[in-house]
């Protein structure tokens, strides 16, 4: 699979703070031998987030885009409803499974506002913005993840 990370941090984008999610996910990918193909650090706005979104997805350079951080309860966390205007058909299953699974370790997993879709070809999953919380979430859904992609994309046509 091809990857884009959109780590969503207003410190981040400033320079105020070194990115420790967004080098974690593409870790992840890569052991799996996908190919992370864009990586950006980006404020925490919700028409930036969008704008991204939008043109990762509809330029077809990702099949898989990840945002981390921006999914909790602060006041500028904004990345679900950046991803709200932007997906064609929502995904609740992944969302619903990284809570589930995650609360096992801590119930603090409830509160996120994570959301997953789709926009034409990609799937679009935003994780939390912690390390930890990327690490735990993604090993709940990343071997599913290909199957759905595939299915979007037309390569398996039945089940």
Not at 7 to 18: A, C, F, I, N, Y
């Amino acid at each position: 699979m091809k990857i884009a990370i959109l780590t969503v941090s207003d410190k981040g984008s400033q320079g105020l703070r070194e990115d420790a999610s967004g080098p974690v996910i593409k870790e992840i990918f890569t052991d799996r031998g996908d190919e992370v193909v864009f990586y950006e650090v980006i404020p925490d706005e919700k028409e930036v987030i969008s704008e991204k979104l939008r043109e990762l997805a509809d330029n077809e350079r990702a099949d898989l885009l990840v945002t981390t951080g921006g999914t909790g309860f602060a006041p500028r966390d904004v990345t679900p409803e950046a991803t709200g205007e932007v997906i064609d058909r929502e995904v609740p299953g992944l969302g619903e499974k990284m809570r589930a699974e995650t609360a096992k370790y801590t119930e603090l997993a409830y509160l996120s506002r994570a959301k997953a879709g789709l926009r034409h070809q990609s799937l679009i999953l935003n994780l939390p913005g912690s390390p930890k919380a990327v690490r735990e979430c993604l090993a709940t859904v990343i071997d599913i993840i290909p199957h759905g992609i595939s299915v979007l994309q037309g390569e398996i046509t039945e089940h």
